[in-house]
């Protein structure tokens, strides 16, 4: 069954409505009509199977059928803090790593980044890697959206905690893997924070303010990797040894 998302205030009507692209890509691109059934998802970790009741170009009836909630959102709580590259690989990155299963998504203006956000536009940057991310989240089977947070300074990023109970800072300079790191740790961490670098990594300044703010430096392996392949690296690497990718 193909999958949409609804407004948390609709899902508990009566007749919830769907509108917006979603309503468009029911009536138009899929040609869905009354009777058919599909899944909504409120980002709330459920979703729900529905029928469709009815249907214009613009609005689209349904009645939900049953709810359920899949074991499809990640075990551990991990923010990618992502040194500011061009907007084609940030793009990608939040639909890969959407899929990979983070929950937030910091962009973070780093000494080394090439590319400077326009600070007019930043609000609809914001807006399609949110719309990336939803079609990432339908994409994958996931029911809740990663959070999209405003651009930060490296400093800025270093020095707020976001409840995170492990920080990690991955520098190309560094030798101890991630693997055995961890091994001196008592306990598994539930909310984790990682920072990449731009394509120039990060600075040994950087580095070391990272470091006096309680992050553990970590090696992603003897190879130089490009900036947008270490994400997706780490990543993955932190969902197998702390969350569900075993």
């Given at each position: 069954?193909?999958?949409?998302?609804?407004?948390?205030?609709?899902?508990?009507?009566?007749?919830?409505?769907?509108?917006?692209?979603?309503?468009?890509?029911?009536?138009?691109?899929?040609?869905?009509?009354?009777?058919?059934?599909?899944?909504?998802?409120?980002?709330?970790?459920?979703?729900?199977?529905?029928?469709?009741?009815?249907?214009?170009?613009?609005?689209?009836?349904?009645?939900?059928?049953?709810?359920?909630?899949?074991?499809?959102?990640?075990?551990?709580?991990?923010?990618?803090?992502?040194?500011?590259?061009?907007?084609?690989?940030?793009?990608?990155?939040?639909?890969?790593?959407?899929?990979?299963?983070?929950?937030?998504?910091?962009?973070?203006?780093?000494?080394?980044?090439?590319?400077?956000?326009?600070?007019?536009?930043?609000?609809?940057?914001?807006?399609?890697?949110?719309?990336?991310?939803?079609?990432?989240?339908?994409?994958?089977?996931?029911?809740?959206?990663?959070?999209?947070?405003?651009?930060?300074?490296?400093?800025?990023?270093?020095?707020?905690?976001?409840?995170?109970?492990?920080?990690?800072?991955?520098?190309?300079?560094?030798?101890?893997?991630?693997?055995?790191?961890?091994?001196?740790?008592?306990?598994?961490?539930?909310?984790?924070?990682?920072?990449?670098?731009?394509?120039?990594?990060?600075?040994?300044?950087?580095?070391?303010?990272?470091?006096?703010?309680?992050?553990?430096?970590?090696s992603l392996g003897p190879r130089i990797l490009r900036a947008e392949t270490a994400s997706l690296s780490a990543c993955t690497i932190i969902q197998h040894l702390f969350g569900d990718m075993c």
């Amino acid at each position: 069954m193909k999958r949409f998302f609804i407004a948390p205030s609709e899902i508990i009507k009566a007749s919830p409505v769907i509108d917006g692209p979603d309503a468009h890509h029911i009536s138009t691109v899929f040609r869905l009509k009354p009777s058919d059934h599909i899944i909504l998802i409120d980002g709330s970790g459920t979703e729900y199977e529905a029928e469709i009741t009815h249907v214009s170009k613009k609005k689209i009836t349904v009645t939900i059928v049953r709810n359920n909630t899949p074991a499809t959102e990640p075990l551990i709580k991990l923010l990618i803090g992502q040194g500011y590259l061009k907007d084609k690989k940030m793009d990608m990155l939040v639909r890969h790593l959407t899929e990979l299963g983070i929950t937030q998504w910091l962009p973070v203006l780093s000494e080394y980044s090439v590319p400077k956000p326009d600070i007019k536009k930043i609000d609809s940057k914001m807006q399609r890697w949110d719309a990336i991310a939803k079609e990432a989240v339908k994409q994958c089977r996931r029911t809740r959206v990663p959070e999209i947070l405003s651009p930060v300074t490296f400093q800025q990023a270093v020095e707020e905690n976001f409840g995170a109970d492990l920080k990690i800072i991955f520098y190309e300079n560094e030798t101890e893997p991630l693997a055995k790191t961890i091994l001196l740790m008592k306990e598994k961490p539930s909310n984790i924070i990682a920072l990449l670098g731009p394509e120039g990594g990060f600075s040994n300044k950087e580095v070391e303010l990272a470091k006096s703010n309680g992050f553990i430096i970590a090696s992603l392996g003897p190879r130089i990797l490009r900036a947008e392949t270490a994400s997706l690296s780490a990543c993955t690497i932190i969902q197998h040894l702390f969350g569900d990718m075993c």
